[in-house]
């Protein structure tokens, strides 16, 4: 099983990102996708979700109207679309691929760095 994530670096407040997230040795398409984040020095904190079917997103507060989340199951890849970053957002992402209690995995997280 293998989650890598891809698409991090280093960008100015206002600019775009889109992360992906390639899932392998398992079905893709029978996973709920997640994307977390964990800033320097701070827990890591959920940031979207979305269901297997690729319907009902749903996003922290903190980055609602900014952030999207989707999925190709064709692909086996997850994506977040990053708009309107600002410093805050800066941290290492994480995806996570999780079906029912017992079955949970996590990639290796994408830096991102949003400095003027």
């Known amino acids: 099983v293998q989650l890598v994530e891809s698409g991090g670096g280093l960008v100015q407040p206002g600019d775009s990102l889109k992360l992906s997230c390639t899932g392998s040795?398992?079905?893709?398409?029978?996973?709920?996708m997640s994307w977390f984040r964990q800033a320097p020095g701070k827990a890591r904190e959920w940031v979207a979700d979305?269901?297997?079917?690729?319907?009902?997103?749903t996003y922290h507060l903190a980055v609602e109207g900014r952030f999207t989340i989707s999925r190709d199951n064709a692909k086996n890849t997850a994506y977040l679309h990053m708009n309107n970053l600002k410093v805050d957002d800066t941290a290492v992402y994480y995806c996570?691929?999780?079906?029912?209690?017992?079955?949970?995995?996590w990639g290796q997280g994408t830096e991102v760095t949003v400095s003027s």
């Open positions: 996570r691929a999780q079906s029912g209690l017992s079955r949970t995995y």
């Open positions: 040795g398992f079905p893709f398409h029978a996973f709920q």
């Open positions: 979305i269901r297997n079917t690729g319907t009902n997103p």
